[in-house]
């Protein structure tokens, strides 16, 4: 009978040991082969590192779809985003959006629809007419850079093995599912995709106690105009809990479902209560994932350096990662979502 090998480590040990391995080899290839040979329950560290420094053929990367990318999928790149759809809204919520290639036509249906009718013996087919338009994906790129002290840089330390894979996953994850529920970001052609909100319905939060509380994720409910058969609430924690604790037997199944329907609790959520049916949902994602270290680098310390830069540049604080004992990991998704109806979403912020 055949055996399969099983690794008894942490999910996410081999991309934790590969951020790190390029970081102690500070950017050297050669020195990242000599280092990752001490993982040696590990081996998919040496094997991308090997394809990554072939001196016949150009550098293969973790997204090259020919190279190293079909060994990172299921290797440290397929850890990663496994560690990524683990922790963030947009991981758990990508099976039930309808995956569409990048830049391809989609048609979406604008009219009422085609129906039938009953036809008597010898009389006429009724014919029903519809209308059709286009939704294209284009592809965006998602980049956040984590910054962490060279002391993290133990290898072989489950501690700080374990502290580099979180820190560097929750910052990803964090930024994508922000952007992607944050109803203030907007559209920008070439750069960001509009948050699923930006332009959805939505509702005004009326009280903390349990009859505005039902009356409002009723008004919710009632603002959603598509089928319906993907909705999915997402809220923060102690959202949940306290719509719980004030909504008594109406909420009696959470933190699983509200309503019947099932919910999302993250802490990545803004502050506000989200109903999306992911079903009207369109999403494109290579599966690929770029990652890249370095300390030798001068960077703004602040989430949104454009607008510092554009604020007053001159005085823009630029921090030696190498000065200041740092080292810096740069991670790097391209994926897209658009919501293809008005009325596949709605939210309501809230203060509880």
């Known amino acids: 009978m055949p055996h399969r090998v099983v690794s008894c480590l942490p999910v996410g040990t081999a991309f934790s040991r590969y951020v790190m391995t390029l970081g102690a080899a500070r950017g050297d290839a050669m020195s990242a082969i000599v280092i990752a040979e001490r993982f040696k329950d590990s081996p998919q560290i040496s094997a991308t590192l090997d394809l990554q420094t072939k001196a016949a053929v150009s550098a293969g990367t973790t997204t090259d779809a020919t190279f190293a990318g079909p060994l990172a999928t299921y290797g440290v790149a397929g850890e990663a985003l496994a560690l990524l759809r683990g922790t963030s809204i947009l991981g758990a919520l ?6 569409v290639p990048f830049r391809t036509t989609v048609p979406r249906e604008t009219g009422t629809g085609t129906g039938g009718a009953w036809v008597g013996e010898g009389l006429i087919t009724p014919v029903a007419a519809t209308a059709y338009g286009t939704l294209s994906q284009e592809v965006y790129k998602a980049q956040k850079i984590v910054v962490l002290s060279r002391e993290l840089l133990k290898l072989g330390n489950p501690d700080a093995e374990r502290t580099v894979r979180e820190t560097v996953t929750a910052g990803v994850g964090a930024f994508i599912d922000s952007q992607m529920l944050t109803s203030t970001v907007i559209l920008t052609a070439g750069v960001r995709p509009a948050a699923l909100t930006n332009g959805a319905t939505q509702i005004t939060s009326t009280g903390t106690t349990a009859a505005p509380i039902n009356s409002d994720l009723a008004l919710m409910l009632g603002a959603i105009s598509t089928s319906g058969a993907a909705l999915t609430w997402v809220m923060r924690p102690l959202t949940a809990a306290r719509i719980a ?20 609790i993250s802490a990545n959520s803004p502050q506000q209560i989200t109903l999306i049916d992911a079903a009207h949902v369109l999403y494109s994602d290579e599966g690929g994932i770029d990652i890249s270290t370095s300390e030798q680098a001068a960077i703004i310390m602040d989430s949104d350096p454009d607008a510092v830069v554009q604020a007053n540049a001159a005085a823009a604080v630029h921090k ?6 740092l080292w810096g990991v740069r991670v790097t998704r391209w994926l897209a979502y658009l919501r293809a109806e008005t009325g596949a979403v709605a939210f309501m912020t809230v203060t509880y």
């Not at 030696?320 to 004992?325: R, V």
């Open 94 to 99: 990508e099976n039930k959006f309808r995956r």
């Open 245 to 264: 604790s004030a909504g008594g037997a109406a909420a009696a199944d959470l933190p699983r479902t509200l309503f019947g329907l099932p919910v999302v």
């Open 320 to 325: 030696s990662l190498f000065q200041n004992n």
